[in-house]
């Protein structure tokens, strides 16, 4: 098992998504990993995920956590393993793990946690589960109003990939 103070050599996202999964853990799956599931040819590094802050569920994820050698993402070597207060507020947590990079959200854009992106999401099947990723729309209408660079840039490759997608239905 690697030291929790080094990063791991090769990330395997679809590692920590089937864990999540096989936790129990209510998650949203947000951001990169949730565009290119639905057809974007985007590259990113880590998964994002937005999850009910239940106490249950929170639960869930700290046993999870725990068991992928979780640790805060930091500039210096200091090794900060998540607590429960992290999971309960509003901000985001930012891991590494021996997966690879695991960003937990409590909101994004707009304030919006688990329960209002909910109904904005699209079920996918995942190595025999089922996984509720943010719709391209609501990816798109987000993005449309963000001042991050990195999102304006992203932009213009979601809405191609969201009208082709239209177009393919027609």
Do not use: W
Request: net charge negative.
């Amino acid at each position: 098992m690697p030291s929790k103070n080094k990063k791991p050599q090769v990330s395997d996202l679809s590692a920590l998504l089937k864990g999540l999964n096989e936790a129990g853990i209510e998650f949203v799956l947000v951001g990169g990993v949730a565009a290119v599931v639905q057809g974007a040819p985007v590259t990113t590094f880590d998964l994002d995920i937005v999850h009910r802050r239940t106490d249950e569920n929170i639960e869930k994820l700290m046993k999870f956590l725990k068991s992928i050698d979780a640790c805060q993402r930091r500039p210096d070597d200091k090794v900060i393993e998540p607590d429960e207060n992290d999971l309960k507020g509003k901000g985001h947590v930012l891991l590494t793990t021996r997966l690879g990079p695991l960003d937990v959200l409590a909101v994004i854009e707009e304030g919006r946690g688990f329960e209002e992106l909910f109904t904005d999401t699209v079920e996918i099947e995942f190595q025999g589960f089922k996984v509720y990723v943010l719709s391209l729309e609501t990816i798109v209408a987000l993005k449309r109003e963000s001042q991050n660079p990195k999102d304006q840039y992203r932009l213009q490759i979601l809405e191609e990939t969201l009208r082709q997608m239209r177009e393919e239905l027609l």
